[in-house]
């Protein structure tokens, strides 16, 4: 290990190991999640579930990956609709398909839109760069069968939060160029353009975008410390998604770190919906990533949330939905509706910081 470098107590130790902690962690997670589903508004149940190949990770298999897909129009009418694909959190441990529910309602409540929520294979066992590899097989796999669900296969948008909003960005890297990496992919991509391609956007909820900082550094860039995830529960995130172990200083792979993508991919991002929180140790990479985008002269929308730290938008056990998930979810959607009826210029933060539609928006909310 390197001088200065986080010492993690589970480092290292066997996957076997962080396996058997994982488990125990998903099994409360998972309890946790489906008892908060009972608070209302309660989300609404896919329509069906799907089952896609893994075919250009190393642990290639069939029906591998679980997606969940919430389609209002099922078995009525198939012309092209929006499509949204979504990518749960948890720490590239924990989360499932579904636990982003009340995101896919809000999104279904405005739009004529098929959701997709791709359920990754998770770490310990299928660590880094598995679950990025999985995002960007489901990414290709759902374009593939487009007419079969109904949705228009070059208009897409990805979501995600917090370890899934990561996977939406480092999905869009691999798709730019698969082959600086060896990735051999036989399903046709159609040609960038502008770079984006087929991704009309992506609207992320506080990623993680820069692992070559440690997680010690990130808590003092905190404005509360306090209130940022535990070490314990980092340090198991840690280790089991970068295993075997990565010095900090070595972890610039944009699939790993993708803020840390090259100018010339920055370049050529598409629009971009980034949702913060004010007290959570991501929250100055987010900044800083936000920076680098409006200096590239992409668009790019980014909120503050005040006050709330990560993951506030998942309802605690037994309480009630914080007020502002709401306004934050309907912002991000009123940015998507921009991209998708070919305003997205009007979002640029040089030009305004307001727009006119139901939900006030401001670039860069101060703290």
């Known amino acids: 290990m390197s001088e200065g470098e986080d010492v993690n107590p589970v480092q290292g130790v066997a996957r076997w ?31 069906q579930t799907v089952w896609l190949d893994s075919t250009i990770s190393h642990w290639r298999e069939s029906k591998a990956i679980r997606v969940y897909v919430w389609d209002p129009a099922i078995g009525k009418d198939k012309r092209k609709r929006r499509a949204l694909i979504n990518f749960h959190g948890g720490g590239f441990l924990l989360g499932s398909g579904t636990d982003d529910g009340r995101w896919v ?33 489901a990414i290709l796999q759902i374009r593939e069968r487009a007419e079969d669900f109904g949705i228009d296969p070059d208009n897409i948008i990805l ?49 993680v975008l820069d692992w070559t900082i440690s997680r010690t550094e990130k808590r003092e860039r905190s404005a509360k410390p306090g209130e940022t995830l535990s070490s314990s529960m980092t340090d198991l995130f840690d280790a089991s998604y970068i295993h075997p172990y990565i010095p900090h200083a070595q972890r610039l792979d944009p699939r790993l770190s993708p803020g840390l993508m090259p100018p010339e991919m920055v370049g050529k991002l598409p629009p971009i919906h980034l949702c913060l929180c004010e ?27 005040p006050g709330q730290k990560h993951a506030w938008d998942k309802a605690p056990l037994f309480s009630a939905i914080h007020s502002s998930v709401a306004v934050e979810y309907e912002a991000a959607i009123v940015a998507m509706r921009h991209w998708l009826n070919g305003e997205a210029a009007n979002l640029n933060a040089k030009d305004v910081s307001q727009i006119d539609d139901t939900v006030e928006m401001q670039v860069d909310l101060p703290v």
């Open 17 to 47: 190991r962080l396996a058997a902690k994982a488990a125990i962690l998903r099994s409360a997670a998972s309890l946790a999640f489906t008892l908060s589903n009972y608070t209302a508004p309660v989300p609404p149940s896919p329509t």
């Open 105 to 137: 309602a809000a999104v279904q409540d405005t739009a004529d839109t098929v959701v997709f929520s791709v359920e990754y294979r998770l770490a310990p066992g299928y660590p880094y760069p598995t679950p990025v590899e999985d995002c960007v097989d």
């Open 159 to 207: 979501s995600g939060f917090s370890a899934g909003a990561t996977l939406a960005l480092s999905s869009w890297v691999i798709l730019q160029d698969p082959v600086r990496w060896g990735y051999q992919i036989t399903r046709p991509l159609p040609s960038p353009g502008d770079g984006h391609g087929f991704i009309a956007g992506m609207v992320l909820f506080y990623p």
């Open 279 to 305: 007290h959570d140790m991501l929250l100055a990479e987010g900044l800083q990533f936000a920076d680098k985008v409006k200096e590239a002269g992409r668009v790019i929308t980014s909120r503050i949330v």
